[in-house]
């Protein structure tokens, strides 16, 4: 077993981002969303250990603290996540000179539902989250990693708590489908790049979905599945012991 | 071993540390520019379909 702890942050309304910078970058980013059931966020073993591990590889690694769905806080909670995703893709593009990025290597990865918001960026960028930003940076990331990811809110699919925390508990069959991001998927998502375990209570289901359909549509993509390994283990499967983030690093190399 | 093979072991020992050590990372706003107080993220507002 690996001995990661779990740091869980809820009540994040305030959102930030945190770079790690390489000594040496290659000119590739990667902004990672932790997982949490969009009830929190694990920022440690799905966040800092993360962008510490591609820094040291010479990615920009950048850290994203998004808004969890709040009432409170949110006239539509829904939006808030992926207005935050938004948010760090243009940040990021728009500041890539001074961070040493080439603005057309700007992936996004994310575990669990922080793999659903990931997804969603990689499959809701041609229009503004935040109807209200007239900013005309191009928020379409690269490439997209999804780790044990929610893919899809399609019932006996998805996650239900995720679901229930982004959407609520009686969503319209619209909103179902709109945050289904496997049927989203068109000629102009970005690669894709896919971890995920056959025994993992987010079923697996969910990322060859969207496997199949990136398949369907031109969309590079590499998956690597296992037997077991459950969820939420961060960077090594504590089954089998393999780490997948050399093979995320050499494939992010290739884009 | 003598003074000099100490500090030139000392010294290749802290040179090559400082070659390899990772910068500290940076938090920042996202809706705003560091190191100023974080101001008010967006409102989200009703889904446009």
Known sequence: MNDWKVEFTTETSEPTLTIYKPLKPTGSAMVICPGGGYSGTAGDHEGRQVAKALADAGITAFVLKYRIPNDRYCVDKSLAPLQDAQQAIRLVRQRAAEWGVNPNKIGIMGFSAGGHLAATAATHFEQNADPTCTDKTSVRPDFVALIYPVVSFREGIGHDGSRENLIGKTPTLQQVAHFSNELRVTPTTPPAFLVHAQDDWVKIENSILFYEACLRNGVPAEAHFWAKGGHGFGMVNPVNGEDWVPGLVKWITGQ | ?49
């Open chain 2, 1 to 49: 071993m003598n003074l000099h093979s100490i500090l030139l072991t000392l010294a290749t020992v802290l040179f090559g540390f400082a070659k390899t050590a990772a910068q500290p990372p940076q938090t920042f706003p996202l809706y705003g520019s560091s190191p100023s107080p974080i101001p008010s993220p967006p409102k989200t507002s009703k889904k446009r379909r």
